[in-house]
């Protein structure tokens, strides 16, 4: 399995408060997400994570195709971090840390990523022409929704 890593900061002009509110709530990760995405919540969700939270989506990744996707938050410790796990969906191995740091210029979000897709080199091949490109998008568009929503820093 050969293990992918991606990782991304942004310093948002907010407090820590502020920050987890934001993102301990499930509903806010439909409008992070680009609409391209097919992106869609399909279980019921509380308004805050909690460890062992299990959350269902539907995703359109690649040529209009719709995939299941289900994540468990695995670990919390508010309000400076949490981790997502992949249980089903497109990735063999998917967790994606999140991180929140109260500087003197506002909280420095960090997503730090680890993924690996299916099928050995087929699976590789697809990361270099389509799958790296494609979560770049995703975290550039997440980066600019989070400026408008919360400013620049």
Known sequence: MK??????S??????????WQFFSNPENLELITPAWL????????????????????QVTPILG???????????????????????????QFWRHQHIFKQTPDGVEMRDIVYYALPLAMVGQLVHKLV?????EEIFDFRYQ?????????
């Open 3 to 8: 293990l992918y890593f991606l990782q991304r």
């Open 10 to 19: 942004q310093l948002l002009p907010i407090e820590l408060k502020e920050a």
């Open 131 to 135: 799958v790296r490109q494609k979560l």
């Open 65 to 91: 195709i719709h995939t299941s996707w289900v994540t468990e938050i695995s670990l919390v410790k508010e309000p400076y971090f949490f981790v997502d796990e992949q249980k089903v969906g497109p990735y």
């Open 145 to 153: 929704v989070l400026e408008e929503i919360f400013g620049r820093n």
């Open 38 to 57: 097919g992106f869609k919540i399909t279980s019921q969700v509380p308004e805050k994570i909690y460890s062992g939270l299990l959350i269902s989506y």
